[in-house]
């Protein structure tokens, strides 16, 4: 029975170009290595997922390819090449700093880096989750990296930027890994899923993009689970069910009963959402996040900041237009009060049926506000 190697390293890229979402930096990287300008120690940093390690590896490679492309990319073919594939290179070594984090570690390290490399022309080492070094580990790591030899390249990863001490984060060229928008995720599941031969829907890989919350490794591991779940294919509605993620439509559904004042309907949804298990706080930052939204569909400009397809996006529109701008800010201020004091509730489901009795009230309060001040005014003029 042949083993089945999971997406995230499947796919993995192997060149610069087929990295994900990361263009400003493997753009730098590649005009250095052209230039030549090569610093001598790089520190990347980021969320989980995004590619660091990932770029740490094709630089390393790229760097010993003996004959790289004209597009400065590795050729893969080359002797250099095929050793890294391998995991045979004899001038790329990787450290995880979690499980190698004492200072007898470091100084092993440090003897290592006296020796030349015997085939290749750099040394390239990769330490990687940096930020667990110990304190005394960075320091007998600091003059090797200040002044290391000609021949060797330090690159660093680390998910928290901020734990590093400051007197390394001087010493290395810094590169800022970004969240992966969800379009780029969702494009790269569906180039896999046509490589793989599985059906998919592409709100079903647009909705895996938005819960893997910008990291790709993540949203590759939702795409195997769901497509062992249904070997037939990846639908929108399986994935809500495997995902356990309240669909827009409750949104839309409980908007549209506040709109018109109808609270029996907003808490006959309420209890349908709680009964199929999920948590009432997570409704409630889902419905404030909904009613920021559709503040967002009021201005032609922003809907940009929208990232939820096409089909939503025009549910969105229309549902804008029917709310004003007075009950959107109202709705969106009392669901942040009730998620702000949710936790401290000792009847958690009443302190939400609350807020929405007081939402669905805000129309006919907005409407005998406006009349009074129309009175008023007008009491004025006699």
Known sequence: MENFIVSARKYRPQTFDTVVGQSHITTTLKNALKSNHLAQAFLFCGPRGVGKTTCARILAKTINCLTPTADWEACGECENCLAFQRNGSLNVYELDAASNNSVDDIRNLVDQVRFPPQNG???????????????????????????????????LATTEKHKIIPTILSRCQIFDFKRIETRDIAQHLQNIAQKESIQTEYDALELIAQKADGGLRDALSLFDMLSTFSPQGITYQDSLNNLHILDYDYYFRMTEALLQGDLGMAYLILDEILRKGFDGHNFVVGLAKHFRDLLVCKDPTTLKLLEVTEKVRVQYGAQAQQAGLSFLLSAMQIAANCEAHYKSSKQPRLHVELALMKIAHLQSALAWTQQSALVEEAEKKK
């Not at 005394?136 to 330090?154: C, D, M």
């Open 121 to 155: 022309k750099r040394k390239v080492y990769i330490i990687d989750e940096v930020h667990m070094l110990s304190t005394s580990a960075f320091n007998a790591f600091l003059k090797t990296l200040e002044e290391p030899p000609s021949y060797v390249i330090f690159i």
